[in-house]
């Protein structure tokens, strides 16, 4: 079981990113997705979640309105769309997945399986 993120990258502050995560090795169409991301000398802190049929969302309140999780069922890929970035948005972004029902999402400890992280650099 892997996930795979990638679209990380330098983009001034406004500006755009897309985040994708690949998941393989299994279908996760019926697990919980979610991107978590960990700032320069900070713990990991959750960022987006979204319930295995993309009916339910769930947004950090300092990325609500600018950030939007979605997933390709058929891809087994989940994306986030980060728009008017913020330098303070800066860090490694991660994706997390667990095949527990949607709830307490937040929460890094419920999820078993992590992506190897890509970094967003927002500079000012």
């Known amino acids: 079981v892997q996930l795979q993120a990638s679209g990380g990258g330098l983009v001034q502050a406004g500006g755009s990113l897309r985040l994708s995560c690949a998941a393989s090795?299994?279908?996760?169409?019926?697990?919980?997705m979610a991107w978590f991301r960990q700032a320069p000398g900070k713990e990991r802190a959750f960022v987006a979640a979204?319930?295995?049929?993309?009916?339910?969302?769930d947004y950090a309140v300092s990325v609500k309105g600018r950030f939007t999780i979605s997933r390709d069922g058929a891809k087994n890929t989940v994306n986030l769309q980060m728009n008017s970035l913020k330098p303070e948005d800066t860090g490694v972004y991660y994706c997390?997945?667990?095949?527990?029902?949607?709830?307490?999402?937040?929460?890094?400890?419920?999820?078993?399986?992590w992506g190897q992280g890509t970094l967003v650099t927002v500079s000012s």
């Open positions: 997390a997945a667990d095949s527990m029902a949607y709830g307490s999402v937040r929460l890094r400890t419920r999820y078993n399986y």
């Open positions: 090795g299994r279908t996760f169409s019926n697990y919980v």
């Open positions: 979204i319930s295995w049929s993309g009916g339910s969302t």
